[in-house]
């Protein structure tokens, strides 16, 4: 029961973030274009869970046989992982990274590479039995393959790996690496 609350309030802090930045995004021209869903494990059996919308940026260009385009992610996640103390600790994320993507083909190929660098926030620090970070303020670096499909491309799947750490900024260090797989769709 109390996994299932935390996951619900993970679910609903996305909620009230992503809609409370959906009007002014309507009012200045910039809407979010997608959403997605991710989950999937890391080290030491930690296991994440995520819900995040996309915003595109205008800016296109095309390079080394293919396009690349930018969009921004605002995603909260969800870690449960092993306690110091025993039994599971849930941990809530905030993140926004800027990604790069690169599609092949002149843009035409429904496959995709992604890769970018932001800031997330942790509700506490990341505190369990094999690892201890000395900051709740992270970077959250991205690398991602994946494919567009369906009506005018709307939905995409991914398989992305996201390590977070501070970067080497402040000591202990130790970073969490995660395995994710995402499903996107276009509003």
Known sequence: MKRRNELLRCVCLAAVVTGGLA???RAQGWQPSSFFVQGGVGEDRVQAAAVGVQWPWAWRAN????????????FVALWRARAAAGGRENFQQLGLVPVLRYRFGDGRSPWFLEGGIGVSVTNKRFDTRDKTFSTNWNFSDN?????????QA???????LQHTSNGG???????????????AAAF
Do not use: C, D, I
């Not at 390079?63 to 605002?74: D, H, I, K, R, Y």
């Not at 709307?154 to 992305?160: A, G, K, N, T, Y």
């Not at 900024?169 to 499903?183: A, F, H, I, T």
């Open 154 to 160: 709307r939905h995409e799947v991914s398989l992305r």
């Open 63 to 74: 390079a080394l046989g293919g396009e690349l385009s930018v969009q921004t992610e605002l």
């Open 169 to 183: 900024l402040k000591k202990p260090n130790p970073g969490l690496n995660l395995v994710m797989l995402r499903y």
């Open 23 to 25: 009007s002014p995004a």
């Open 143 to 151: 690398l991602a393959f994946g494919r567009s499909f369906g009506e």
